[in-house]
């Protein structure tokens, strides 16, 4: 078996290309424990999915997930065997808080498991956790802590950047546990890669909400400015 150097893009042979964690590389417990998790933290959040639904046209948000959906069907080549794709977490996180947030990119990641088997459906909880749940939380603790609630681009940046970087690792650590393959063999190659993909993530994120905010109906959660 051989496998690229990135946690969403594995190669079991040559010309498979599999998004997000396939079945099969996960072990047991595992699959378990982040099913758990990310059930648990979706259930505790969802007091908070209603203060979106008040605050955001619901369907903005299936735009925004559809766009979602699209952009990590897309695949950037890195270098030889080696592609990514953006997340999306701090985007749909910095307009629809990380609660709503939630519930979009998990209903991303399990379309693609169950339309394009991009991901395994046991391995559901764990793709979940990497791109929903940390991805969404870790988004809003950089854009919105450190400067008193308002968004910066240099905020947004960081998010999309960090939030990328985040999931690459819980990736590893998930796929180390699981002895599919070494975990100090996996966890920098991951890192390096996604680091690369993270400025473009960052980017995105940081010229997009401030795009939507002026020109459409969709504002940051809980109204805050964007400042410039």
Known sequence: MRYSKLPFCYHLREGDTYMHIPDGFLDTKTMIASATVSV?????????????????????????????????????????????????????????????????????????ALLFHDGGIMALGANVLNMAVLGCWVA?????????????????????????ELAAFAASVELGVSATVPFDAVVWP???????????????????????????????WRKQEVEE
Not at 140 to 164: C, D, E, N, T
Request: aromatic letters at 8%; hydrophobic letters at 60%; glycine letters at 8%.
């Open 40 to 112: 648990a933290v979706i259930a505790i959040s969802n007091r908070n999915i209603k203060r979106a639904f008040d605050e955001q046209p619901v369907p903005s948000m299936g735009m925004m997930a559809a766009f979602v959906f699209v952009a990590q069907m897309l695949n950037f080549p890195i270098a030889p065997g080696v592609s990514g794709h953006l997340l999306g977490s701090a985007l749909v996180t910095a307009l629809f808080g990380p609660a709503a947030g939630m519930i979009i990119m998990t209903a991303v990641v399990a379309l693609q």
């Open 140 to 164: 809003y603790a950089v854009q919105r802590i450190p400067f008193g609630g308002k968004i910066k681009p240099v905020s947004l940046f960081a998010s999309g950047w960090l939030s990328i």
């Open 190 to 220: 991951m890192l390096l890669w996604h680091a690369i993909i993270g400025i473009i993530e960052g980017i995105i994120t940081a010229v997009t909400v401030p795009f939507l905010a002026k020109v459409t109906v969709l504002k940051p």
